[in-house]
C-alpha cells in the first residue's frame, strides 16, 4: 500500500461505488483508488505530503499496478472518465493538487487534476478527480476517441 494511503472497506463485491459523500464547498477531499480487492482513500493532506510542489506522478500513487493494463480516471461527479494504458498513465501522468495560491481551485480543474504529458489526447487530461480505478483491459471512455476540439 502506498505510503499515506487509508483502506476503505469494499463495497458492492469488491468494488467501490465510487460515490463521493464528504464535500468541503461542492469538491471532494480525497481520491479513492480502486483495484478490485479494495478501495486505498488519500486524502488532501496525503497528497500535500507526498508532493509539496503541488503535484503527485501516477505511479507513486499506484505502486506496483500488477496484472493491471489500464488505469481508469473519473470526475467526482462520475460525468467524465478516461481509461488510459498503464505505460502512458504512470510514464507522464500527475495528479495537481496545488498551485502558488494554495489548494487548485475547482476552476482550474481542482481540487484534484490529472494532466498526462505527452498524452495521445487532452481528454486524458481529467478534472476534478475523485476515482482512480485500476483494470485489465480498457473501460469505455465518457468521450469518444477523437473528439472534435
Same mark, same amino acid.
Given at each position: ?22 464535500? +468541503? ?9 480502486? %483495484?478490485?480487492?479494495?478501495? $486505498?482513500?488519500?486524502? +488532501?493532506?496525503?497528497?500535500? $505530503?507526498?508532493? !509539496? ?6 505511479? %507513486? ?15 467526482? %461527479?462520475?460525468?467524465? +472518465? ?28 481542482? !481540487? ?20 482512480? $480505478? ?6 469505455? %471512455? ?8
Amino acid at each position: 500500500m502506498s505510503p499515506g494511503a487509508t483502506l476503505v472497506p469494499s463495497i458492492e463485491g469488491g468494488t467501490h461505488t465510487g460515490e463521493v459523500t464528504s464535500y +468541503r464547498d461542492g469538491v471532494t477531499e480525497w481520491i479513492d483508488i480502486e %483495484d478490485g480487492e479494495g478501495v $486505498r482513500r488519500f486524502s +488532501r493532506h496525503t497528497l500535500e $505530503r507526498m508532493g !509539496p510542489d503541488g503535484r503527485v506522478a501516477v505511479g %507513486d500513487l499506484v505502486g506496483d499496478p500488477g496484472p493491471f493494463t489500464h488505469i481508469s480516471f473519473e470526475s467526482a %461527479d462520475a460525468s467524465y +472518465r478516461a481509461s488510459i494504458p498503464m505505460s502512458s498513465a504512470v510514464a507522464g501522468g500527475v495528479i495537481i493538487h496545488a498551485d502558488s495560491g494554495g489548494p487548485l481551485d475547482p476552476g482550474d480543474g481542482g !481540487p484534484f487534476r490529472l494532466i498526462v504529458t505527452d498524452g495521445d489526447t487532452a481528454c486524458w487530461n481529467v478534472k476534478g478527480v475523485a476515482v482512480i $480505478r485500476l483494470t485489465v483491459g480498457p473501460e469505455p %471512455d465518457s468521450v469518444p476517441p477523437s473528439p472534435s476540439h
